[in-house]
């Protein structure tokens, strides 16, 4: 995975600051929020659209339980505009950083890419990339993180639709650098 960051301070003290993480309850969102709470993030909010733990998280769970951050585990759909205007507005102030992991995937080739296909993997990722950026953006957020993908620039064999909703996370990084 490629981590495209926006960011105007990048050594600051994370003590009093929320940080919301989507895509939070496994993978690449739940090290990330381990990472974050380490580094003495005060709030931390991990999204998932089931809002619940992966099975297979254990040992990174309690890595970030062991701190002494406030942890939030809520269910948001980013591919839904009022989801995420919700949990933004969950997110106790100051808001500080909002880092997108959150995806789906729907591999087939490209001869048999759907337009529900393309729409199930675009919504989480672009759409909710773009409906963080300008949900957050009322809220002076410092840090802006998008989990892109390598299939952005070089594709992968049946991800065009994959490649497509990160070359937009790449876009959108570039737009707020």
């Not at 001869?111 to 953006?137: D, I, R």
Request: aromatic share 6%.
């Amino acid at each position: 995975a490629q981590l495209q960051v926006t960011s105007d301070v990048r050594e600051a003290s994370l003590a009093e600051e929320s940080h919301l993480v989507t895509g939070g309850t496994a993978g690449l969102g739940l090290l990330t929020g381990r990472w974050l709470s380490q580094r003495g993030a005060a709030h931390l909010v991990l999204a998932s659209r089931g809002g619940k733990l992966a099975s297979d998280t254990a040992s990174e769970w309690e890595g970030v339980q062991a701190t002494s951050a406030m942890i939030a585990l809520e269910r948001c759909d980013t591919g839904e505009v009022k989801h995420v205007r919700r949990l933004v507005a969950f997110v106790p102030p100051p808001l500080q950083g909002v880092w997108h992991a959150a995806g789906a995937l729907a591999d087939a080739m490209l001869e048999k890419q759907t337009a529900a296909g393309l729409a199930f993997v675009y919504a989480p990722k672009a759409h909710g990339a773009w409906s963080l950026h300008e949900t957050a953006s009322t809220f002076g957020v410092r840090t802006c993180a998008f989990f892109s993908s390598v299939a952005a620039l070089l594709g992968g064999a049946g991800q065009a639709n994959y490649a497509a909703a990160n070359t937009c996370l790449d876009a959108l990084a570039s737009c707020r650098r």
